[in-house]
C-alpha cells in the first residue's frame, strides 16, 4: 500500500501562483511515477502531469498550457506541481496520484480556487 498526502492547496487571483505538494508513503519502493489529475468540472478528471522516476516528465498542454511545471525531490518521496498564471478555469480539484507496477494510488485531492 502506499499512501499520499497532499497539500498546498488554496486561492489565489487570476495570474497567481500555487505549488501544491503530494508526499507518498508506506510501500513506495515500486513506485515509478507520481503526477496530478484534475477535476474542474462534472465528474471526471483531467490528467494534468506525470514525473516518471527515470527522469523524464510531462504536463498536459490541454490542461496547462505551458503554465504549469512538475518536479519531484526523491529524497522526500515528495513531487510537486508549480502552477504559474492561474486562471479562472484551473478552478478544481486536483487530485494527486502515484504508479505502481501493480496498482495506481490516489491522493484524497486538494482544494484550488481561482478568482477574478
Known amino acids: 500500500q502506499v499512501q499520499l498526502a497532499e497539500s498546498g492547496g488554496g486561492s489565489v487571483q487570476a495570474g497567481g501562483s500555487l505549488r501544491i505538494s503530494c508526499t507518498a508513503s508506506g510501500r513506495t519502493e515500486n513506485t515509478f511515477a507520481m503526477g496530478w489529475f484534475r477535476q474542474v468540472s462534472g465528474p471526471g478528471r483531467d490528467y494534468v502531469a506525470i514525473v516518471r522516476f527515470s527522469g523524464a516528465s510531462t504536463t498536459s498542454t490541454d490542461s496547462s498550457d505551458g503554465r504549469f511545471t512538475i518536479s519531484r525531490d526523491g529524497s522526500k518521496n515528495t513531487a510537486y506541481l508549480q502552477m504559474d498564471n492561474l486562471k479562472l478555469e484551473d478552478t478544481g480539484i486536483y487530485f494527486c496520484?502515484?504508479?505502481?507496477?501493480?496498482?495506481?494510488?490516489w491522493g484524497q485531492g486538494t482544494q484550488v480556487t481561482v478568482s477574478s
Open positions: 496520484f502515484a504508479d505502481t507496477v501493480s496498482e495506481r494510488y
